[in-house]
């Protein structure tokens, strides 16, 4: 059957002679080769400089976190408390696929202290070192896909079906007995085609570099390299849609231009400025001095209202009674460590709170922008590149939440071993210098390490803003089938 | 003749409707840039004042403290005590006698108060610090901090009046004027003109003339509106002379933009032709270039890990706790003239830190600077390269003139690591000397005051952009007038 189906002679396909003509007559034009050479040659030296990032940082973060881990061992004897005050720092991982699209790496901590008694914010961030003009923006192959590309197509296509109809060619095109519809189909396909070998550089780099990359640290590398050439595919195909159907629609090849260049420069230089000032306004977040202010305080007079200190007194009083004794000193463990630990986990409250609420305002944010993304396609797709590539705030959240866990989890051990090891320095004056620990000890903390969301969790967040992306496909498509069942075959 | 044409391009200007369109956009974009940018203005201002207001309460209440404690020691006809860390509360002198305690548990902050044309560009000042906080820590430990924003909204970038300027008003001009030529030859209406006694430079820069018109009127606009809607005192000097900066620059950025497009035109090719060239020039000086500068300096220059330096410190402090007598003879043999009578050295703990930060913040100082010096290098590099893109000397103009750039922020630190001096010389005399603080010491606590750098400064900082900027004007114009000679107005 199938032999039989494989033998016989297939009807000329439309579809395929009009692909066909688009493809080599776009592929013989003077003004295509230059401008795919140049996307080309972008997207080669953003890749390859990207790379050579990613790897260099990759391995210095590697090291920097061994030897931090280290040096919390090896910072010789001391009070557990102290060692606790020495703490270990949390170096941010770069995201498995930063190379392609940094994301906001250069705009977030990547070094975290965590110490007794603080919460901190994570320091160290790139942007800050570097010069201004890293404010135009980073070139990166996310960049050049999300900025470049649809220009690239708009190029191709805008006089797809104008300048036909501008040479009166159309008229004599669809007396060949062609469909409309695959007339639409015929010149996506090969103006697509086109375009995509421009970006052919970037997947063979690509794959070049993912077979480089250790895939059996990051299983999910696979899913998320699938999801960035979905999502980058369908920004694509929007354009390439959006482009056929205005030069179908318009009149000229000009006007036709003139509207497709304005919505791109409107979608990808004004929409994503204007987006995050109203997320801003919708959605304030605080100045580092409110914030601090706002928590130290908190910190004192207590979330709830009542006093830290009155909140001590009471929960010292209820150990009292339930040991029996009159005097805090007279308690079973070592009363410093004891108070040191309470009044840290009357502390992780306001930190949870305060933490948790600037989280949630920068994730409100980047979500109202990627609503927003009704006006501009590539909202959604740069936020879901970033996620894809663990460039993204989710990734940066679950960096400075595992250092906080670790945090917590460090002082509590070192409390907690003070409390019952120096249980008979109560009330010893000066009794801190008496209790050393050492290595040993030091070792009941585990070294810092954190594993970085899975795919799935990426998908979950954004799985909205993918879902927009494709419904602005179908859009486009729609769009252009329209505009093929109504285009003019000559000009008025 | 030169009136004629002029005023009759500015009718046919108001008349094309998608002109006024977008001079609308324009000016709609002006407005919510200022109103956007001065809310990050004020916020930075406001967080200043929460933190620096909250730390000055903490100093309030010691001060109150201790003015209990000396209205007690006056009664009881005995003498200032000074007060030991972590002294329980109730008893003998509080802690508020303890210099270092003072200077290490209450910061005070050093604020850069905006400039009045802060709103017309954001610059750095949405990353860099505008209140730092100075206390006894070391100077890597002081500078460490940085203002906090969604880096998702810092990576997008500001929509502020420099980006309208920038980016946007290229669009506008080109837009008006990328068939200054091409559509009088396609319509075929040039001919005639250049039949009348007008040569074709003449009619060339009357056509110009009215666009620079309407163009300078806007950019005035923009820049009295911006500033008065941001509160700004235009009554004062500096803000006039930085005023006068910003039209200059921007009026020279909008003639490289008129210049460009009349090279183009010069070259006779179609208005189709010219449209898509000066478009693809667009994006070549204000996305592409600007992006492969950054990532130029940044892979020549990369700025060196600030986690060599914290992995450095961290075996520094183990060392200076290792040799901790060490550490305090050399932290007292730097302060010899503080040694307390009889070298009674204390060695308590907070003696113990400072003189550990000071060990740290000696094994460290080497590698910040040298960090410092790659940054300024990169900067250089960036410098140097401005000079490809009108985009890149702008915003260096603009960033300068609006005094949110390296320039006024390096100027600004200077002052508060001067600062961080004067505040650890003032507590750890007193606390190595064992000085109880009186109330009247907490009047004599360093204050800061940000002084502003002169207006020298300011333009020498500006001239390499600025001059560089009418360089590449007047030869873009030379070469354009110059290729109008060998324009073909038939054929």
Redesign the interface.
């Known amino acids: 059957m199938a032999e039989a189906s494989l033998t016989r002679p297939s009807p000329p396909s439309m579809i395929g002679i009009v692909a066909r003509k688009e493809f080599t007559e776009t592929l013989r034009d003077g003004r295509f080769k230059w401008t795919a050479a140049i996307m080309a040659l972008l997207l080669l030296t953003a890749l390859a400089s990207g790379w050579q990032r990613y790897a260099a940082y990759a391995e210095m973060q590697a090291a920097a976190q061994g030897t931090s881990n280290t040096q919390w061992l090896k910072q010789g004897d001391k009070n557990p408390h102290s060692a606790a005050h020495y703490g270990n720092y949390a170096f941010k991982q770069a995201g498995s696929l930063s190379f392609f699209d940094s994301g906001i790496e250069p705009y977030t901590g990547n070094l975290l202290f965590m110490e007794a008694h603080k919460q901190n914010l994570a320091i160290s961030r790139p942007a800050n070192d570097m010069s201004a003009v890293t404010r135009f923006g980073e070139i990166n192959g996310a960049t050049i896909l999300q900025i470049l590309m649809p220009l690239l197509i708009i190029f191709l296509g805008f006089a797809a079906f104008a300048g036909e109809r501008e040479r009166g060619t159309l008229r004599q095109l669809m007396s060949m007995g062609v469909s409309r519809q695959e007339l639409m189909w015929g010149k996506a396909l090969g103006i697509g085609g086109a375009a995509m070998l421009a970006i052919v550089p970037c997947l063979a780099v690509g794959t070049a570099v993912l077979a480089a990359l250790d895939v059996s640290a990051a299983p999910d590398l696979g899913a998320r390299v699938g999801v960035l050439a979905l999502a980058y595919g369908a920004y694509g195909l929007i354009f390439l849609f959006l482009t056929l159907g205005v030069s179908a629609l318009l009149g000229a090849p000009r006007n036709a231009l003139i509207v497709l260049v304005g919505f791109w420069a409107f979608s990808v230089f004004l929409a994503p400025k204007t987006a995050a000032e109203i997320s801003k306004l919708v959605h304030p977040s605080p100045s580092l001095g409110e914030f601090q202010a706002e928590m130290k305080a908190d910190q004192v007079r207590g979330l709830d209202g009542v006093p830290t200190a009155a909140k001590f007194g009471k929960y010292v009083r209820e150990l009292m009674a339930q040991y029996n004794v009159e005097s805090p000193m007279k308690l079973p463990m070592y009363f410093p460590a004891l108070r040191m630990q309470k009044l840290e986990e009357f502390d992780h409250v306001v930190f949870d709170h305060h933490y948790n609420s600037l989280r949630d305002t920068y994730m409100a944010q980047r979500r109202l922008q990627d609503a927003l993304g009704v006006f501009a396609p590539v909202l959604p797709l740069t936020s879901a590149s970033m996620g894809l590539a663990g460039s993204d705030l989710l990734h940066h959240d679950t960096y400075t939440q595992a250092a906080e866990s670790h945090r917590r989890l460090m002082v509590e051990r070192m409390n907690g071993y003070l409390s019952k090891a120096a249980v008979d320095l109560n009330g010893v004056s000066n009794s801190s210098n008496y209790m050393t620990a050492d290595e040993e000890v030091f070792a009941i903390v585990p070294p810092f390490a954190y594993a970085p969301p899975d795919v799935r969790a990426v998908l979950a967040e954004y799985g909205g803003g993918l879902g927009l992306l494709f419904a602005w496909l179908l859009a486009a498509l729609g769009f252009a089938l329209f505009a093929a069942s109504r285009f003019r075959l000559d000009v008025r | 003749m030169y009136a004629t044409i002029v005023g009759h391009e500015t009718r046919v200007l108001a008349k094309t409707p998608a002109l006024v369109w977008v001079l609308l956009l324009l000016i709609a ?1 002006v407005v ?1 840039g200022a109103w ?1 940018a001065s ?1 990050t203005v004020a ?2 201002s ?9 730390e000055q309460s903490l100093r309030d209440r010691m001060r109150a403290d201790l003015a209990k404690y000396e209205a007690k020691v006056k009664a009881s006809g005995g003498t200032l005590e000074f007060a030991a860390v972590n002294h329980a509360p109730g008893e003998g002198p509080p802690q508020a006698t303890n210099a270092g305690a003072v200077g290490s548990e209450t910061a005070a ?1 050093a604020v850069l108060p905006p400039t009045a044309l802060a709103a017309l560009s954001i ?2 000042s949405d ?3 505008a ?1 730092i906080p100075v206390n006894m820590r070391n100077v890597v430990d002081v500078t ?16 502020d009046v420099a ?1 309208v300027v920038i ?2 008003m290229p ?1 506008f001009i080109l837009a008006m004027s990328y068939d200054l030529l091409s559509s009088e030859k396609e319509r075929g209406t040039l001919a005639m003109v250049l039949a009348h006694p007008i040569s074709l430079a003449k009619f060339m820069a009357s056509k110009l003339i009215s666009r620079l018109v309407v163009m300078i009127a806007v950019v005035l606009a923009f820049g009295l509106g911006a500033v008065a809607a941001t509160g700004g005192d235009l009554a004062n000097a500096d803000t006039l002379v930085r005023l006068a900066l910003w039209f200059g620059a921007t009026v020279l950025y909008c003639l490289f933009w008129f210049a460009l497009a009349v090279l183009v035109n010069a070259r006779g090719a179609g ?2 032709t010219n ?2 060239v000066l ?1 693809g020039s667009w ?1 070549l000086f204000v ?2 270039v ?6 130029l ?3 020549l220059y990369p ?1 060196p ?4 330096f ?2 450095a410190a ?2 520094a ?2 060392k200076a ?2 040799e901790r007598m060490q550490a305090l003879d050399q932290y007292y043999y730097d302060h010899l003239e503080l040694v307390p009578d009889g070298d009674k050295k204390a060695n308590d703990f907070l003696t113990l830190a400072m003189a550990n930060s000071a060990a740290v913040e000696k094994a460290v100082l080497p590698l910040y600077q040298r ?1 410092q010096a790659q ?1 300024d290098a ?2 250089a ?2 410098a140097r390269f ?1 000079y490809l893109s009108p ?2 000397m702008m ?2 103009a603009m ?1 300068d003139i609006a005094g949110t ?2 320039g006024r922020y390096a100027h600004f630190m200077d002052q508060v690591f001067a600062f961080h001096r004067a505040w650890q010389e003032f507590f750890t005399a007193k606390f190595l000397k064992r000085e109880p603080l009186t109330t009247a010491d907490y009047d004599r606590i360093p204050r800061f005051s940000y002084a502003e750098e002169s207006l020298g400064a300011v333009l020498g900082r500006l001239a390499p952009s600025l001059i560089g900027l009418l360089l590449v004007v007047a030869g873009l114009t030379t070469a354009a007038f110059a290729g109008l000679r060998r324009y073909r107005v038939a054929g």
């Open positions: 974009a919510f956007s809310n916020r930075n406001a967080g200043g004042q929460a933190i620096g207001g909250y902050y610059g750095q990353i860099n610090l209140y460490k901090e940085n203002e906090i924003e969604n880096p998702v909204n810092l990576k997008t970038g500001g929509f980006f980016f946007l669009i208005s189709a449209g898509i478009a994006l996305v592409v600007p992006t492969l500068v950054s990532l300096a940044t892979t700025a890990s600030r986690f060599d914290t992995t961290r075996e402090q183990t706790e290792f960090f940054l990169q900067e590099t960036v401005q985009a890149i915003q260096r960033n750039g390296p």
